[in-house]
């Protein structure tokens, strides 16, 4: 079973919008990491936050994690086409480091 | 540093048949993850290394898969014999330090397989 969902499914901005993708949880976390995705690609680490962390910035992404509501938010600032990916929200819950992924946001960033 | 290697990037087989997938992990790298990702869907883990030995299999289908990770370096993984629903695309992935969360995991691009 998949511990992360992810809201919206797929999300279609223009160039210079920003994009919100959120990630609801069920059980309590070590920590939750986001990785992106490009067709036909592996899946590349993109930023992780602790449980004991409320907000994290890496470039131009923003990731917020609210441990009382089991949900985390990830913010792209001034998307650009190469943004263009599916985003996925992971847990680690257990003490090997093993992640559970949610199914996924599609993000189309048009020029 | 060179990445995970995945080998082969696709395979089309029928129902019934074997495949075998290998993967090379980043060289230092004490953990290795193999994840099935059906279209449309996150990955699963199927299977938990930690050097050589297993740490995670609950999500294997024993019946018809397994793996192996001998001298703790690259792994095999494979299915015999395949159905329908092994349709996916196989991804290996690797992390530094052996039975530590917090560590992020570095993937390979995956083998697609199509089961006729």
């Known amino acids: 079973s998949q511990q992360g969902e992810e809201d919206p499914q797929a999300l279609s901005i223009q160039e210079g919008e920003n994009a919100t993708m959120n990630c609801s949880y069920k059980t309590s976390i070590n920590n939750l990491q986001w990785y992106r995705q490009n067709s036909g690609r592996g899946l590349v680490h993109l930023i992780l936050i602790r449980s004991n962390e409320r907000e994290k910035h890496s470039g131009r992404l923003r990731v917020t994690l609210d441990t009382s509501k089991k949900s985390s938010s990830l913010l792209i600032t001034a998307s650009r086409a190469a943004d263009t990916a599916s985003y996925f929200c992971a847990t680690d819950a257990d003490s090997w480091g093993k992640l559970q992924f949610g199914a996924g946001t599609q993000v189309v960033v048009t020029p | 540093e060179a990445g995970v290697a995945q080998s082969p990037r696709y395979k089309i087989i029928e129902k019934r048949q074997s495949v075998a997938f290998w993967c090379n992990p980043i060289?230092?790298?004490?953990?290795l993850y193999w994840y099935q990702q059906i279209l449309g869907q996150g990955p699963k883990l199927l299977i938990q290394?930690?050097?050589?030995?297993?740490?995670?299999d609950s999500q294997l289908p024993k019946d018809r898969f397994s793996a192996e990770r001998l001298k703790g370096v690259d792994s095999t993984l494979k299915i015999q014999p395949a159905k329908l629903e092994d349709s996916a695309v196989y991804l290996c992935?690797?992390?530094?330090?052996?039975?530590?969360?917090?560590?992020?995991?570095?993937f390979g691009d995956g083998t697609r397989l199509s089961i006729l």
């Open positions: 992935a690797s992390s530094l330090v052996a039975g530590q969360t917090g560590q992020p995991q570095h």
């Open positions: 060289s230092g790298h004490a953990t």
């Open positions: 290394f930690q050097n050589n030995g297993v740490v995670d």
